[in-house]
């Protein structure tokens, strides 16, 4: 399959800092992005997401930027708080002329711990 | 709670054995998919359907295969089961067949093989 790599497998911040999750994908006909949060136990939950033709999204206390020179995507959250430790994915999905569905490829996931 | 029903939340069988897993999508959303996630290869897709029929096709083995039924639920039908297949089962929906959108994922089976 795809690469979808993530630059950090854990990180560590303080409540209150804010956090920055790197994601490095190869494919060049990726034209949708996806950040998706997981709780230890539960499925993954959509964050954010950003399409090829933009290079910044903002949320609520999130923001992603992709740089499409670099195939690079982040995840910045702002203020981060205790309920926001959890396992960090994006996700590609690549659009190729053959494809009549969505082909999502995941990184592996940072685990991100919010220090009380 | 995202909508998206899954059963059974655990199941433990043996190798050799067929199991299937069943999930159900939220209301209106018309694309199911499926992914698996272990310790050492993480969240892998497996295979899509909208609107009973296959759309896309990831990493999954020819031992494996899903369908969707009218109603939209969706079963995925695991066979000679190997020990390397006990793994998370995630179940996802949404409304777009082509074109992305958010999914929604269930809470997942844990299949365990002995």
């Known amino acids: 399959g795809e690469s979808v790599g993530l630059h950090l497998p854990t990180l560590s911040v303080q409540e209150g800092d804010n956090s920055i999750i790197n994601c490095a994908y190869s494919?060049?006909?990726?034209?949708?992005f996806i950040w998706y949060k997981q709780e230890s136990g539960k499925g993954p939950q959509f964050i954010i997401d950003?399409?090829?033709?933009?290079d910044k999204r903002q949320g609520q206390r999130v923001t992603v930027l992709l740089n499409k020179t670099v195939k690079h995507l982040s995840l910045q959250i702002a203020a981060t708080q205790p309920g926001d430790s959890a396992v960090y994915f994006c996700a590609e999905n690549i659009r190729l002329p053959s494809h009549t569905g969505n082909q999502f490829y995941f990184g592996t996931g940072t685990s991100l711990t919010v220090i009380p | 709670d995202s909508g998206v029903t899954q059963t059974p939340k655990h199941l433990i069988t043996a190798t050799g054995q067929r199991v299937t897993l069943r999930c159900s999508p939220r209301s209106g959303d018309l694309s199911v998919y499926w992914y698996q996630q272990s310790l050492d290869q993480g969240l892998q897709f497996l295979i899509q359907?909208?609107?009973?029929?296959?759309?896309a096709k990831g990493n999954i083995l020819e031992r494996f295969s899903a369908q969707q039924f009218p109603d939209l639920h969706s079963e995925l039908n695991l066979s000679s089961l190997e020990l390397g297949d006990s793994a998370l089962y995630f179940c996802?929906?949404?409304?777009?067949?082509?074109?992305?959108?958010?999914?929604?994922f269930g809470p997942g089976t844990r299949l365990t093989v002995l």
């Open positions: 950003i399409r090829s033709n933009m």
């Open positions: 359907y909208y609107n009973g029929e296959e759309r």
């Open positions: 996802a929906s949404s409304v777009a067949g082509l074109g992305a959108g958010e999914q929604f």
């Open positions: 494919n060049s006909a990726s034209d949708y």
